[in-house]
């Protein structure tokens, strides 16, 4: 066992040795998972023939008892558990979501009896804040001094209603902008709070963006297109995707095409070389282009204009284009160079 798992594992221990009956003992050890899953009040009140309302208040009065010791230095183990915590919050932000704080204090990823372990220490530690989770927000420590789970709040709530009064995506120098904190990693640990917040590639935004929370195909190849701001071939998008930090990412190159082809917001114009439809490419077949280009110039154009034109969104040879304007039920020649719709 490495040096910061034997001083957890010794500070909680030591804890528990300040709840003196074994009842209590197992209230706290259920309540928080320390020996395995969490269990809810009815689960324990059931298993100890007592009313959850009991439980609960036996778990209250269990944590004033250890917050009181832990006040009177009366659990030497805890001070070096807070030491270590402590320096790993200063690093992450002076906050952290529970799950990140406890990977990076084991150095792995942690357990869950782990991930409970620090939490319990924190509840009762006069040097460390908790925000309890809840359908708003992840559950977190923090550094006692920087505020309480309030102030806490306050500020992940602050932090979203920028990002949805912004109604787009931002990075942390935008937010910090709008924000008084003294470094954007203090802003990314309020915001990893959020349960409302997603991030991605640098930017954040409400979780029920695509921008920063793809759950489908569709949605990641949108993001894609997005991030590379050009025209991009289905391959290219499928080796994106399989490059990318998406939590699901093993697609097969025809599921990708499959979803282009689908969706309106992707329009093709080359082979296989996908658009943004936002970007002003719109669906149809070159000589469809061509009489959108004429009926938009009210005028006739020659084969030069029209050409440039249609490359604007467009991806094919010249020639093509060319091969398209001869289509005489389509369009007329006017004179040697130029050409109207008819």
């Given at each position: 066992?490495?040096?910061?798992?034997?001083?957890?594992?010794?500070?909680?221990?030591?804890?528990?040795?300040?709840?003196?009956?074994?009842?209590?003992?197992?209230?706290?050890?259920?309540?928080?998972?320390?020996n395995g899953n969490k269990e809810t009040l009815e689960q324990i009140g059931e298993m100890l023939s007592i009313t959850r309302e009991r439980?609960?208040?036996?778990?209250?009065?269990?944590?004033?008892?250890?917050?009181?010791?832990?006040?009177?230095?009366?659990?030497?183990?805890?001070?070096a558990a807070e030491k270590i915590l402590i320096r790993n919050l200063t690093e992450m932000g002076r906050l952290a979501k529970l799950t990140n704080l406890a990977d990076k204090v084991y150095g792995r990823p942690a357990t869950a009896s782990e991930r409970?372990?620090?939490?319990?220490?924190?509840?009762?530690?006069?040097?460390?804040?908790?925000?309890?989770?809840?359908?708003?927000?992840?559950?977190?420590?923090?550094?006692?001094?920087?505020?309480n789970e309030r102030a806490i709040r306050e500020r992940v709530d602050e932090i979203v209603n920028i990002i949805k009064a912004n109604k787009q995506p931002m990075t942390l120098d935008e937010l910090d902008s709008k924000l008084n904190y003294e470094h954007p990693d203090h802003i990314r640990a309020v915001a990893s709070i959020s349960k409302l917040l997603a991030t991605l590639?640098?930017?954040?935004?409400?979780?029920?963006?695509?921008?920063?929370?793809?759950?489908?195909?569709?949605?990641?190849?949108?993001?894609?297109?997005?991030?590379k701001k050009e025209p991009m071939h289905f391959s290219e998008i499928a080796k994106e995707i399989a490059d990318s930090n998406f939590k699901r990412k093993n697609v097969t190159i025809q599921a990708i095409h499959n979803e282009l082809?689908?969706?309106?917001?992707?329009?093709?114009?080359?082979?296989?070389i996908y658009a943004l439809s936002t970007w002003g490419y719109k669906k149809g077949t070159i000589s469809e282009i061509i009489k959108s280009v004429l009926e938009k110039a009210g005028t006739p154009l020659t084969r030069e204009e029209i050409v440039k034109q249609v490359l604007k969104t467009r991806?094919?040879?010249?020639?093509?284009?060319?091969?398209?304007?001869?289509?005489?039920k389509l369009f007329k020649k006017v004179d040697k160079n130029s050409y109207t719709n008819i």
């Amino acid at each position: 066992m490495d040096q910061n798992a034997e001083i957890l594992k010794n500070a909680i221990s030591g804890s528990l040795k300040i709840v003196e009956q074994d009842r209590e003992k197992e209230i706290i050890s259920r309540r928080f998972g320390l020996n395995g899953n969490k269990e809810t009040l009815e689960q324990i009140g059931e298993m100890l023939s007592i009313t959850r309302e009991r439980v609960r208040q036996l778990e209250k009065a269990i944590l004033i008892r250890l917050q009181i010791s832990a006040e009177e230095n009366q659990i030497p183990e805890l001070a070096a558990a807070e030491k270590i915590l402590i320096r790993n919050l200063t690093e992450m932000g002076r906050l952290a979501k529970l799950t990140n704080l406890a990977d990076k204090v084991y150095g792995r990823p942690a357990t869950a009896s782990e991930r409970t372990g620090i939490y319990f220490i924190a509840t009762f530690s006069n040097n460390l804040t908790v925000v309890e989770e809840n359908d708003k927000y992840n559950a977190a420590v923090g550094i006692a001094e920087y505020g309480n789970e309030r102030a806490i709040r306050e500020r992940v709530d602050e932090i979203v209603n920028i990002i949805k009064a912004n109604k787009q995506p931002m990075t942390l120098d935008e937010l910090d902008s709008k924000l008084n904190y003294e470094h954007p990693d203090h802003i990314r640990a309020v915001a990893s709070i959020s349960k409302l917040l997603a991030t991605l590639n640098g930017v954040w935004g409400l979780v029920k963006w695509p921008a920063v929370n793809p759950k489908n195909i569709r949605d990641k190849i949108f993001v894609i297109l997005e991030n590379k701001k050009e025209p991009m071939h289905f391959s290219e998008i499928a080796k994106e995707i399989a490059d990318s930090n998406f939590k699901r990412k093993n697609v097969t190159i025809q599921a990708i095409h499959n979803e282009l082809i689908k969706d309106q917001r992707f329009v093709l114009i080359g082979r296989g070389i996908y658009a943004l439809s936002t970007w002003g490419y719109k669906k149809g077949t070159i000589s469809e282009i061509i009489k959108s280009v004429l009926e938009k110039a009210g005028t006739p154009l020659t084969r030069e204009e029209i050409v440039k034109q249609v490359l604007k969104t467009r991806k094919v040879k010249e020639t093509t284009i060319l091969l398209n304007l001869q289509n005489k039920k389509l369009f007329k020649k006017v004179d040697k160079n130029s050409y109207t719709n008819i």
